[in-house]
């Protein structure tokens, strides 16, 4: 099993609609993340999560919400989805940068998220 | 200016060729830098690792920082089809509260 699971994995939905993607974990990493992947923007972080009671708004969270349901579970929520936010998004889990680690991300396999 | 730009590419190359990707960076405090690879369709995944500056060296990657000039570079040797993927460079200061900042991202294609 991948270490990093986001579900679902494709998805097409309406405009209006409330969208839930969820991320779980098996790597223990307190440290866990939402971005979103558009060609030629790279990688926009969302929300970041340091541990279950921690939860921060990245570059680009207009329109979108999280949910730390547990240290494993990570979920993101479009409240009522529209066609700009029709994107490919990743979860990622870390460690944080330290002794004993490079701080490195953990990426799921990516939700891609098309809203007509 | 972002804190963080690299080449767009794309970037397409024969087999066998030199590949040399780059970022520049404007934030004097990083000191972390990683080169992730990511194939079509798949999440991003570490490549190579540096602490501060100097050359790394992975078989036919190598990764160099020069915190001097703000600028990384990853470089290719003997390139092969299977190198084709987007590479995106990462950066942090490290710190209890830090971040990773990427790079766009490189769209690399080696033609056989």
Known sequence: ????????????T???????LECSQTKGHDRMYWYRQDPGLGLQLIYYSFDVKDINKGEISDGYSV????????????????????????????????T????????????RLTVL | QKEVEQDPGPLSVPEGAIVSLNCTYSNSAFQYFMWYRQYSRKGPELLMYTYSSGNKEDGRFTAQVDKSSKYISLFIRDSQPSDSA????AMSAGGANSKLTFGKGITLSVRP
């Not at chain 1, 099993?1 to 097409?12: F, G, H, K, L, M």
């Not at chain 1, 309406?14 to 839930?20: L, P, V």
């Not at chain 2, 987007?86 to 460079?89: A, G, I, M, N, W």
């Open chain 1, 1 to 12: 099993d991948a270490d990093v699971t986001q579900t679902p994995r494709n998805r097409i």
């Open chain 1, 14 to 20: 309406k405009t209006g609609k409330r969208i839930m």
């Open chain 1, 67 to 98: 949910s730390r349901q547990a240290q494993a579970k990570f979920s993101l929520s479009l409240e009522s989805a529209i066609p700009n936010q029709t994107a490919l998004y990743f979860c990622a889990t870390s460690d944080p940068p330290g």
């Open chain 1, 100 to 111: 004993g680690s490079t701080g490195e991300l953990f990426f799921g396999e990516g939700s």
């Open chain 2, 86 to 89: 987007t590479y995106l460079c």
